[in-house]
T-cell receptor
Framework: AQTVTQSQPEMSVQEAETVTLSCTYDTSESDYYLFWYKQPPSRQMILVIRQEAYKQQNATENRFSVNFQKAAKSFSLKISDSQLGDAAMYFCAYRRGSGTYKYIFGTGTRLKVLA | DARVTQTPRDKVTEMGQEVTMRCQPILGHNTVFWYRQTMMQGLELLAYFRNRAPLDDSGMPKDRFSAEMPDATLATLKIQPSEPRDSAVYFC???FGQGISSYNEQFFGPGTRLTVL
């Protein structure tokens, strides 16, 4: 069975600094998708970034980028120039490439941004 | 601004009462997901539908939970009878899947916070 592990329950970063959130996953599949979702205090889950496993290039979205290491089954999220609005829970998620629409979420990392 | 809506936003009820949570997926989306979020278990998938048909409800306790899609614009999750351990935030998400291998990004609603006393 596939699993997603986020080993950092909580992280802190100074405003304008860079922080990296870790995520590892376990799968025997070769085709899959990986995601980072943000959940601010409003509870709304927001997609931050996604990565297709077949793409070697790391995905980027403005200040957010990932370091996708397929062989190591690692998918970390880097937030550059951290802003107060980045404070939230961040969830890593996995989805098989075919056969299901089911997502598997990690337990989350709470990010605090210090002014 | 298309978004998933959920009602109610918060619900407090007493043990044994029936609870119904509603979700309106984004117009045109053909997959709907129900999740439960707790501190202990994190985000758990309860059930999901495609084209209004349940594809997988293996994550849902069958004895008290039921999920339906009466039409394409409404999904419901019912708990009867409710128990204190059902207290959680319940999320609905929708997406558009063109095939089982499609990306199918999920758009989440704001969730219903359920408290069962």
């Amino acid at each position: 069975a596939q699993t997603v592990t986020q080993s950092q329950p909580e992280m802190s970063v100074q405003e304008a600094e860079t922080v990296t959130l870790s995520c590892t996953y376990d799968t025997s599949e070769s085709d899959y998708y990986l995601f980072w979702y943000k959940q601010p205090p409003s509870r709304q889950m927001i997609l931050v970034i996604r990565q297709e496993a077949y793409k070697q290039q790391n995905a980027t979205e403005n200040r957010f980028s990932v370091n996708f290491q397929k062989a190591a089954k690692s998918f970390s999220l880097k937030i550059s120039d951290s802003q107060l609005g980045d404070a939230a829970m961040y969830f890593c998620a996995y989805r098989r490439g075919s056969g299901t629409y089911k997502y598997i979420f990690g337990t989350g990392t709470r990010l605090k941004v210090l002014a | 601004d298309a978004r998933v809506t959920q009602t109610p936003r918060d619900k407090v009820t007493e043990m044994g009462q029936e609870v119904t949570m509603r979700c309106q997926p984004i117009l045109g989306h053909n997959t709907v997901f129900w999740y439960r979020q707790t501190m202990m278990q994190g985000l758990e998938l309860l059930a999901y539908f495609r084209n209004r048909a349940p594809l997988d409800d293996s994550g849902m306790p069958k004895d008290r939970f039921s999920a339906e899609m009466p039409d394409a614009t409404l999904a419901t999750l019912k708990i009867q009878p409710s128990e204190p351990r059902d207290s959680a935030v319940y999320f609905c998400a929708s997406g558009f899947g063109q095939g089982i291998s499609s990306y199918n990004e999920q758009f989440f609603g704001p969730g219903t916070r359920l408290t069962v006393l």
